[in-house]
């Protein structure tokens, strides 16, 4: 697990701004037996899922709201019964909440450039379909799901991105591309295939 350096220069200002900003963070630090492993990957994978963010191990945080709240307080409870120990707390951060924030928005910012990368293999797969002019029904079937977990993963990104996070435009950028060429597939595809076939 990945742990974030809070240190930085002090700037009062930008803190006290940030802070007006920020809506309260959901910090939760919890501690989970080391065997089995199973249990710890569990636990990392579903705040991973969630959007939070580790300020150091098995310290993890949110941007404070009921969904946050409620999918934290169902973990905690799962935490305490693998068995483990879990403290939920609702923070405010009193020196270094731009630090917090720059954390949050590299973790969206990461998952932004994935679905970028993502979507450029969307659009190449699509390409090899025309080089080796494969434009069957079944075909189209695969590329429709492939474009529709894109489409999906932008957007759970995008609804847990609380700050707009730079390269939010880039990746809703990339799944419109990869749209407007999914459309252009289909159309060659409904024009080589025989109706009822």
């Given at each position: 697990m990945a742990t974030a350096s809070l240190e930085s220069d002090r700037d009062p200002e930008?803190?006290?701004?940030?802070?007006?900003?920020?809506?309260?963070?959901?910090v939760l630090v919890y501690r989970i037996p080391s065997e089995p492993t199973r249990l710890r990957a569990t636990a990392w994978r579903r705040l991973k899922s969630l959007g939070a963010v580790y300020?150091?191990?098995?310290?993890?945080?949110?941007?404070?709201?009921?969904?946050?709240?409620?999918?934290?307080?169902k973990l905690q409870h799962e935490i305490v019964a693998?068995?483990?120990?879990?403290?939920?707390?609702?923070?405010?951060?009193?020196?270094?909440?731009?630090?917090?924030?720059?954390?949050?928005?590299?973790?969206?910012?990461?998952?932004?450039?994935?679905i970028v990368d993502r979507c450029t293999g969307f659009l190449a797969e699509l390409q090899k379909e025309y080089e080796k002019k494969h434009f069957s029904y079944a075909e189209l079937?695969?590329?429709?799901?492939?474009?529709?977990?894109?489409?999906?993963?932008?957007?759970?990104?995008?609804?847990?991105?609380?700050?707009v996070a730079p390269g939010r435009s880039e990746a809703e950028a990339a799944?419109?591309?990869?749209?407007t060429a999914l459309e252009e597939y289909a159309a060659r595809v409904y024009a080589e295939e025989p109706e009822g076939h």
């Open positions: 930008r803190d006290e701004r940030d802070a007006a900003v920020s809506p309260g963070w959901y300020l150091q191990n098995s310290v993890a945080a949110l941007p404070a709201s009921p969904a946050a709240e409620r999918a934290l307080r693998m068995p483990g120990t879990a403290v939920l707390m609702k923070s405010s951060v009193l020196v270094g909440e731009s630090n917090v924030l720059a954390i949050f928005q590299a973790a969206r910012t990461d998952e932004y450039e994935e079937e695969e590329n429709e799901v492939d474009y529709t977990k894109l489409a999906n993963w932008f957007e759970k990104v995008k609804t847990r991105d609380e700050f799944i419109k591309e990869c749209e």
